[in-house]
């Protein structure tokens, strides 16, 4: 008889020669939601496991089995039926035929007539151990194919990768280092070929060192503090360092560190990635050098451009240029510039009385008392050919130019080079003409220009060695 329901507690085959104990216990049993089906005869009982296997086997010891073997023996040496639970029942009593019982490893034999009840109590207990070992069989089949799925195919790639990573580190033109973090000092654990080639040492030579032998006495250099600071902090970092090769030789190292952790958090290993970056440290030094030339010319172009090649003050070009430029500016912003022209008087009497270098001593002291007396970043001296100077004051009214004028004239007094040929003091003296424009609409730095010309040309026809404002044609001598 089978159980009609489609879930069951557990299979059971019941063998036993007795049709009406068959029937009794059978229905039990499936009162009891077991599925059962019955054999009256080894041989059923056989072809009944061999058609399903059961998850118990009920059975009378004395079943009748061909060839006179006992039944025990049957079950126990059949493949299909030799792992499944027997549960013997027998109406012998005797230690022996319980002790043969047990030797077929059954989890019980109880004796005939035997109590229903106990032998119901005692199937339920074993089948609900059964149910919960097969339970947990299945979680632990489960387990294993999680496990196997996580460990079988990583490590399947891993071993593919790791093959794939020797090949490349071993190939690689870097040098690669791994050094233990658990040991003392870092020791170093592995090299690789390029770190062999790049250093001239072997890794026979190096493993179980520091590092640091590269840099030989160079203990010093600022990327050994950040590479240091990286490692306390576990931090990954990328220096340049002054490294030393086996032969002696320098070489620019370029070190990118990483921590290697543990699940922990512990750092395990260090690797080391480094690179040869000597061609490129020269080349940077090269580029470097060339900038350095470049800008040197550049100041040179823009000295001979722009300065005077004997007083050093602003060239007649630079001038030019200034005044076009502060023109527009204080054209833009309605402020007013002020131009200052000056000529050093009977220069050339000067020359002709002591020579060309002291005339040219002359100019240079005249310059520089220029240059003290015109001290904003928008102001400009100039020389402007022979013994011409001129200022430029952006941003400055006729009433301060005359002041800055002033000045100038104190500074050279005060400078007393004497003047045996000039005609208006034993001293150099200067003609000096301002002149100051708002810049208007149809006005240009060339009328601003011709103002002040206009102006020293009057300084020197009303005597020289004085002051005259375009603007006001006022003579402050
Ligand atoms: C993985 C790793 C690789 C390193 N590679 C170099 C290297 O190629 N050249 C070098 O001068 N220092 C290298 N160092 C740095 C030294 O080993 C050491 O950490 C550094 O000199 C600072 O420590 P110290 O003050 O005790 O010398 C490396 C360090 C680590 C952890």
Not at 122 to 131: C, G, I, M
Request: glycine fraction near 6%; include cysteine; proline fraction near 4%.
């Amino acid at each position: 008889m089978i159980s009609s329901s489609q879930t069951y507690k557990a299979d059971i085959i019941i063998g036993d020669k007795s049709p009406e104990e068959l029937r009794l216990l059978t229905n039990i049993l499936c009162q009891q939601g077991y599925r059962v089906r019955q054999a009256l005869d080894g041989e059923m009982l056989s072809i009944a496991c061999k058609t399903r296997k059961p998850d118990l086997i009920i059975v009378d010891l004395q079943l009748p089995y061909i060839k006179g073997a006992d039944i025990g023996e049957q079950l126990r040496s059949d493949p299909i039926t030799e792992s499944i639970p027997l549960f013997f029942i027998t109406s012998l009593d005797d230690s022996i035929s319980k002790n043969k019982a047990f030797d077929y490893d059954a989890i019980d034999c109880l004796r005939k007539p035997y109590n229903v009840n106990e032998l119901v109590s005692k199937v339920k207990l074993y089948t609900s151990y059964r149910e919960k070992i097969k339970n947990l069989e299945g979680k632990v089949k489960q387990l294993e194919q999680q496990l196997e799925l996580s460990e079988l195919l990583p490590s399947k790639d891993s071993r593919l990768s790791l093959g794939i990573l020797k090949s490349a580190i071993e190939a690689v033109h870097n040098g690669i280092v791994i050094v233990d973090a658990t040991t003392p000092d870092y020791p170093i654990i592995y090299v690789n070929r390029g770190f062999e080639l790049m250093t001239g040492y072997s890794a026979g030579e190096v493993i179980g060192k520091n590092c640091r032998f590269l840099q030989r006495k160079e203990i010093d250099q600022p990327g050994i503090r950040e590479l240091r600071q990286a490692v306390a902090d576990k931090s990954p970092c990328c220096v340049t360092l002054r490294n030393f090769r086996k032969d002696g030789s320098l070489f620019w190292n370029e070190i990118s560190l990483s921590p290697i952790l543990n699940n922990a958090g512990e750092v395990i290993y260090y690797i080391g990635v480094q690179t040869d970056i000597s061609d490129r440290q020269r080349s940077q030094e090269e580029l470097e050098r060339s900038r350095a030339s470049i800008k040197k010319m550049n100041q040179e172009l823009h000295r001979l451009t722009n300065l005077d090649g004997l007083t050093g003050i602003a060239n007649q070009r630079c001038f030019d240029e200034t005044l076009e430029t502060e023109w527009q500016r204080c054209s833009r912003e309605r402020l007013p510039l002020a131009l200052i022209l000056l000529d050093i008087d009977f220069f050339k009497p000067f020359n002709d009385t002591y020579g060309h270098l002291r005339g040219d001593d002359c100019l240079k002291t005249v310059a520089s008392a220029l240059n003290r007396c015109v001290q904003r970043g928008t102001d400009l001296a100039a020389r402007c050919g022979g013994e011409e100077f001129a200022v430029i004051l952006p941003n400055t009214t006729a009433d301060e130019a005359l002041k800055v004028a002033g000045e100038i004239q104190e500074e050279l007094k005060n400078l007393k080079i004497t003047h045996e040929s000039s005609r208006v003091s034993d001293r150099v003296t200067m003609s000096i003409g301002i002149a100051t424009e708002i810049p208007q609409p149809g006005l240009s730095a060339k009328d601003l220009r011709n103002s002040a010309d206009q102006a020293l040309y009057l300084a020197k026809e009303q005597g020289r060695d004085r002051i005259v404002i375009y603007q006001s044609l006022i003579n402050n001598s």
